[in-house]
């Protein structure tokens, strides 16, 4: 899906009087709302470096991103919006998002210490070799959890 469709989940979710699992269980339920509104936040005030968009704007060739996502997940509401930013700094830049637990399970080939943590950024080529893997948080908030 791409990120509109994937922003739309939200709503979705919230306005469903009777949610599927696991957003039938309150916790995961307030989770979404309140990732909702901090996505939106990111989105409305996020701001890319000049640096980075420098780099992002220097691609040269197609590449898609394939980001592994879910709507409950806090990481995700604050590190998403900001890789949906930075898709759309260069046309070569083909983002697509995909949930974890749905299929295709992408997630199963991209496991973090065996464990299935979000967000993930897989980038790939044309011809769909991977050239990068990211996630599911930055180098130093990972050592912190750690």
Same mark, same amino acid.
């Given at each position: 899906m791409n990120f509109e469709a994937y922003h739309r989940l939200f709503d979705t979710i919230l306005n /469903?009087? +009777?949610p599927a699992a696991p957003y039938d #269980?309150?916790?995961y339920f307030n989770y979404t709302k309140l #990732? +909702? *509104?901090?996505s939106r936040r990111w989105l409305k005030n996020g701001v890319l470096s000049e640096e980075l968009k420098t780099v992002l704007k220097a691609i040269d060739r197609p590449m898609k991103w394939i980001v592994i996502t879910e709507p409950w997940c806090g990481d995700a509401s604050h590190i998403v919006p900001f890789i949906h930013l930075m898709s759309q700094e260069n046309p070569l830049i083909e983002a697509e998002y995909e949930l974890r637990d749905q299929e295709p399970f992408r997630i199963n080939d991209?496991?973090? /210490?065996? *464990?299935k943590s979000i967000p993930k950024l897989v980038i790939r080529d044309a011809e769909g070799n991977d050239l990068a893997v990211w996630g599911p948080r930055p180098k130093g908030c990972q050592e912190l959890y750690d």
């Open positions: /469903n009087p +009777a #269980n309150p916790d #990732n +909702a *509104s901090r991209y496991l973090t /210490n065996g *464990s």
